[in-house]
Nanobody, 119 residues
């Protein structure tokens, strides 16, 4: 089974930067597709940024996703933080696993990490 864990959240001031990390056990992680989502208070979960399976880094506005193969992690850096960036940030990992010689798809979410941006 694949287990996904997010870390790095906390209370930060507006204008600063923050790096969140997503690690996954049970998969090599190197070729998995990773997406970051967030759920602001009293709102629905929304997509923030993503990394294709073959990617090393991607930039979507103020959000940079990068892969750290040494640590088997995919990081999300948020620059120029705004109060509206407040929410729970989730990592979603999708890929293929070899189960007894058969490649089967998987799709797992972490428990999320809270980010609070103060003005």
């Amino acid at each position: 089974q694949v287990q996904v864990v997010e870390s790095g959240g906390g209370l930060v001031q507006a204008g600063g930067s923050l790096r969140l990390s997503c690690t996954a056990s049970g998969t090599s992680f190197r070729s998995d597709h990773v997406d970051w989502y967030r759920q602001p208070p009293e709102k629905q979960r929304e997509w923030v940024a993503g990394m294709p399976g073959s990617g090393v880094s991607s930039v979507t506005g103020r959000f940079t996703v990068s892969r750290d193969n040494r640590k088997s992690a995919v990081n999300l850096r948020i620059d120029s933080l705004k109060p509206e960036d407040t929410g729970i940030y989730y990592c979603n990992v999708r890929g293929l696993r070899n189960i007894r010689g058969t490649l089967l798809p998987f799709d797992y979410w972490g428990q999320g990490t809270q980010v609070t941006v103060s003005s």
